[in-house]
């Protein structure tokens, strides 16, 4: 029950950077993003197909602030995620990443 506890907390904090981001605030949209991305980590491991979407968004939001190193850095991290989920295509997280907007 604890593990579901702290997911449903990384998805308010995910809800939460979205939400930054819509109102232009993207300096506090990557801070909630990265600590969504910790909370996942913590509670699922870092290679879970969850992390992908936030690693993804976090390279984007760096690559729109102008630091395309870090932003490189978490594209190659959603990428690596993603491979290793490959093989898990029916795992229900990776439906829900193949369908997002």
Do not use: W
Request: glycine content about 4%; some cysteine.
């Amino acid at each position: 029950m604890e593990q579901s506890v702290e997911v449903k907390g990384s998805d308010i904090v995910l809800a939460a950077a979205r939400n930054s981001y819509e109102r232009g605030d993207i300096i506090s949209s990557i801070h909630l993003y990265l600590q969504a991305v910790d909370l996942i980590e913590c509670k699922l491991g870092s290679s879970h197909l969850r992390l992908a979407q936030p690693l993804m968004r976090l390279g984007n939001l760096y690559e729109q602030s102008g630091n395309n190193s870090d932003a490189e850095h978490f594209f190659k991290r959603a990428a690596e995620v993603l491979a290793r989920n490959c093989a898990e295509r029916t795992h229900p997280d990776s439906m829900k990443l193949y369908t997002v907007e």
